[in-house]
């Protein structure tokens, strides 16, 4: 992170891309002065060292009390229930033959 | 019961009054929508309205109080829910145009508890699209206006949820805080709320913006009716693997308990520049207060603090990044119908249905992620959290809860902040390290500034202590009254 270089309006391309956004012309410099100015804020945390550190992705894991089961204290029982009806599903689809939903072309020729 | 009144309603009150036979559910949620139809216009905190399953479910309450059965907890209260949070059948847009119009077919866990306890849903409330802002500015149907000063934003992103509640329009609401959203507006329009512990209330039927930090809690008038909102809504769900089943429950006996001898903590990194004077005296005063109620108070440090609200906006995005790939236009919401490819459909949908600063999360997130530069960001950002976490099991150990300001200054006007991010990614400056860590806290009003501006004081717990956070706020709200 240190010394990171300015984000480029390619690499804003780039990501928004990646990001599936399209961006407008007027867009994408701020979003380029945006990234910039958080990512430059961002840097700061680079002062830690954290060589020795195991990251954290779950609350759950640095519980003091905290008990593993063999079964996984959270997973449920798989046990097959039912799950949303379908009909009232696809009533939310932009478009749908009732079974599918129906997207533009994938692949062009 | 004249509109006015109705400002002041708890729901003790209203379930007292219902089966009573004083009142009615069904008298109640008319009043209510009547004082919505008068004055939300100026506040706007409704999105929608669900006036049909109201007045269905206040009918089904009536019938009991009528056959003089036991109420439940929550019988016969108006209750509004953050519409980032889905009823079946009434509209969810989480404040974004990617989600006009959209009708989820089915409840979100929160919502169902509170029903099957006797609330009164009336409608679905506005706050910052995806729940990413500060403000309530960042709504796509327009911000909401603070209540105790209409030129003043009623923060962010639960807004609506705190507006509600202070004007008038619901007895208790639901918010959702990601960091800080639910704690700073209950301080910006002096009303409690409470953000319970990572896992203490399912998170099922919420629309994701970050799993690991999302969590709903409730905006109520005062601490009780907090701890019986907290009551009917904690406890494991099967439908959220994150969901804990550890005991829950007792909220509101426990409030009985004394405070006398807890050890209450002030972490030094909390009172530094940028509090504004007014702030820091109330919360001194809250202070002497749990002193005079035989606490013991001690100074305590939570060194990693500087370091919570950049670690905070690279996590933040990074999850929002992924979670917002839902909306594409395949399955719900909108979608660009002029498109001839799936990729270009994907694209003009997600470009017309997002806003600037959800799509500036995206983008950050999608960096952060993106290959190169994961280690530098995401991983980095984990590695901090990890030792924010361990700053509160440190401090835990000394003391039972921890008193803070809930935001560094009072509510600031509209447009004040909307230029620059990071000036309103500092609003959050003390929320996100609780938010980070998991540990549960909430926002209990504690005074008023000299321009008549509401003031919270944040209380923060252990991992599932909301007993003992719920007592201190008790004292503090007590000590406010005499």
């Given amino acids: 992170m240190s010394g990171q270089s300015e984000v480029s309006i390619e690499e804003v391309r780039r990501v928004a891309e990646l990001a599936n956004l399209e961006l407008t012309a007027e867009e994408e410099p701020r979003m380029q002065r945006d990234l910039n100015a958080i990512l430059g804020y961002i840097e700061q945390l680079s002062e830690l060292d954290t060589s020795s550190v195991a990251p954290m992705a779950q609350v759950g894991e640095v519980l003091e009390d905290r008990v593993v089961s063999p079964h996984g204290e959270t997973l449920r029982l798989d046990i097959v229930q039912p799950s949303l009806d379908r009909a009232d599903v696809m009533a939310s689809a932009p478009e749908t033959d009732g079974r599918f939903f129906k997207v533009p072309k994938v692949i062009e020729r | ?482």
């Fill in chain 2, 1 to 482: 019961m004249t509109l006015q009144s109705l400002k002041n309603l708890t729901i003790n009150e209203v379930r007292e009054a219902v089966a009573a036979g004083r009142t009615t559910a069904t008298a109640l949620a008319e009043a209510h929508y009547e004082r919505i139809a008068a004055e939300d216009g100026q506040i706007n905190s409704y999105l929608a309205l669900s006036r049909d399953r109201a007045l269905i479910q206040a009918e089904k309450i009536d019938q009991m109080a009528q056959r003089g059965e036991v109420l439940p907890p929550l019988a016969g209260v108006p209750v509004g829910i953050k519409d980032v949070l889905v009823m079946r059948g009434v509209p969810a847009t989480a404040a974004s145009l990617v989600l006009k119009d959209y009708r989820p077919p089915y409840d979100a866990t929160s919502v169902q508890r509170l029903e099957a306890a006797g609330a009164v849903l009336l409608g679905k409330i506005n706050c910052d699209e995806f729940a990413m802002g500060s403000s309530n500015e960042n709504s796509a149907y327009g911000p909401v206006r603070n209540p105790r000063a209409l030129d003043r934003v009623p923060g962010g992103s639960s807004g609506g949820s705190a507006a509600a509640v202070a004007a008038g329009f619901a007895v208790a609401t639901l918010g959702t805080d990601t960091g800080g959203s639910i704690r700073q507006p209950a301080a910006f329009c002096g009303v409690v709320g409470v953000l319970p512990t990572y896992g203490r209330v399912s998170r099922y039927g919420l629309i994701a913006f970050a799993s690991s930090l999302d969590r709903v809690g409730p905006f109520t008038r005062n601490v009780k009716d907090a701890a019986t909102m907290l009551e009917v809504l904690a406890g494991r769900d099967a439908l959220d693997a994150t969901s804990s089943d550890r005991p829950s429950g007792d909220y509101v006996a426990a409030l009985e308990k004394p405070v006398e001898g807890l050890r209450v903590g002030v972490p030094e990194e909390y009172f530094g520049e940028g509090l504004d004077p007014e702030i820091r005296a109330a919360v001194e005063k809250a202070l002497d207060a749990l002193k005079a109620a035989g606490c013991t108070i001690r100074k305590v440090s939570l060194p990693h603090t500087k370091y919570a609200v950049p670690a905070y906006y690279v996590i933040a995005t990074a999850e929002a990044s992924s979670n917002l790939s839902r909306f594409d236009g395949v399955r719900f919401g909108l979608r660009d119908h002029e498109a001839k490819t799936l990729s270009d459909m994907y694209r003009k949908t997600r470009d017309a249905g997002f806003g600037a600063e959800v799509k500036r999360r995206i983008l950050l997130g999608t960096y952060a992620l993106s290959a190169g530069y994961y280690d530098a960001y995401y991983k980095k950002a984990q590695q901090v959290r990890a030792l924010l976490a361990r700053d509160f099991l440190e401090a835990f150990h000394e003391v039972d809860v921890l008193i803070a300001p809930v935001t560094p200054t009072p509510a600031f006007r509209l447009g004040e902040k909307t230029d620059d991010p990071i000036k309103m990614y500092l609003e959050d400056i003390y929320s996100v390290a609780a938010s980070l860590a998991g540990v549960c806290g909430m926002s209990v009003p504690c005074g008023e500034t000299s321009e008549a501006l509401p003031i919270g004081v944040q209380v923060l717990g252990r991992h599932f202590d909301e007993a003992t956070m719920l007592r201190v706020a008790r004292a503090i709200e007590q000590s406010q009254q005499g």
